[in-house]
C-alpha cells in the first residue's frame, strides 16, 4: 500500500495537464511493471495513453484510469487556506491522480481474485489521458480500442460515497481566432481593426444567445490571448477558447454552429478576419442500470471508509472553509433519503456512509470523456469520498486535500468495489449480457458518432 501511496503523492505533484502527462503516465507505467505486468505505452497516437493487459479469454473487462490536471489550481498540501497561483500554476482540482491510483488498485485486487478463484477473463488497465480538455477516452472508442471489451468500470473522487447514474453532456471546444490590424490607439485609431474587439463582440453576442438556448445546455469561455498588454496599441490578434455543452451529440452540434456564428457576425461587425479551430468534441454519457445495481450491491457488501479522530479533525479545517447552510441549501439529486445526507452534512466533518440513489437517466451540468466509451460498451461508475464535506471538483480545497490519507483511502476503497464488481460480472455472465441489451436498447436506431472527425489526431493546442 505505502508504494502507492507514493505514487498518489507523485501524481499529485507533477500536475500535468491533457496529453502532457509523460512523467504521470511513465510512474503508473513503472509502477505495474514493477508489479510483473506489462504494459504497452502510446496506444492510439496517444504519447501518455497506455494500458496492461491480464488473464485470458472472455469476458474482457476494462478499468479506466486518469490522470490529468487542470491550470490555475496550484496550491499547497493540506493546508486549509487559498494561497496564490504560483508560478507552476497547475493543480489536481479534480481528484485525476486519486482516478489513478483508485483504478490501479482495482486492477491489482482484481488479478489477485482471477488468481485465487480460478476466474476466466481478460482484465484491461486502461490508461486514459487529457479527461479535462483533450479528450482521450473519445479517441480509444473512435479508434476501436473498446471493440473487443464487454465492460468497461471506473469512478471518480468525489465527497459522498455513491454510484453514479444519469447522463451528462456532450461537449464541443474550440478557438475564435481573430486577426486585425495594429495602429496607434490615440494616433491613428482609424487605421487599426482591433481583434480584442471582435472577442468582446462575440463573448456579448454570446451571453445574449444564453436566453434563448435549452436549461440543460451551457457555454464557457476564456479568453486565450488578449493581443498584448499595452493600450495604446490596437490589437491585431486576439483568441477566446470556448465549450459549448448540450444533452446529446447532434444538440451540442447545433448549438455550435450557433455559437460559431456569433463570432462570425463579430468579424463583421469590426472588419476583423476569423479563424475557426474546432479542438476537440465528446458526447454524452448513456447510464446502465443494470451496472448501476451490481455497483451498488458491492457498495452495500463493503461499506465505506472509516476515519480516524485525527482524519475527521483534518477534515473540519476544510469544512469550515464552507458556510454550511449553503451547503444544505444545494440540490441532492437522485439521493433516496435526502434529509439524512443533511443530517450528516450537519453533523459530520465528512461523508461516512453510502448514500443509496436511485436510478436516473436526466442529464446532469458538466461532461466526461466516459461519454463515449459508455456509447460503445456498457459503462458504469462510482463515486467515494475522498474530502471533507463542501469540497467540491476543481476547488482548491480538492486539491490541498490531495495527498490525504482521507483521499488514499477513498483511492484505494474505489478499487476494492470495481474490483468486487468485476468479480461479480465474470460470475454472472447473464449480467454483462443484461448490461449489453440495455445498452442497445437505450440508443435504439441510433449509432455511436464520434464529435471529433476521423482525421484529427490527438493534440495540444
Ligand atoms: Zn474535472
Ligand atoms: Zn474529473
Redesign the pocket.
Known sequence: MEDLKKLQDDLWGYAETGFKEYKSAEAMCKYLEKKGFEVNRGICNMDTAFDAVYGSGKPVIAILA?YDALDGMSQEADVAEYKPLKDSTTGQG???HL?GVGAINAFLELKKIIDEENLEATIKLVGCPA??AGSGKTYLARDGYFDDVDIALTW?PSNISSVSTGSHQACIQCYFRFKGVSSHAAGSPELGRSALDAVELTNIGVNYLREHIRSDERIHYAITNTGGHAPNVVQAEAEVRYFVRSSTGPRVKKLYERVCNVARGAALMNDTELEIIFDEGLVDIVPNFTLEKVFRDSFIKLGVPKYTEEEREYAKKFKDTYDVDVLLNQTYENVKDVKKLKKNIIESELNDYFVDKDHSDVCYMGS?DVGDVSWVVPTAQINVNCFSYGAS?HSWQWVAQGKSSISFKGAIHAGIIIADTARTLIKNPNLIEKAKEELKERLGDQEYECLIPKDVLPHVY
Open positions: 486518469e479534480c481528484g485525476h482516478l479527461e479535462e471518480h466526461s471538483g
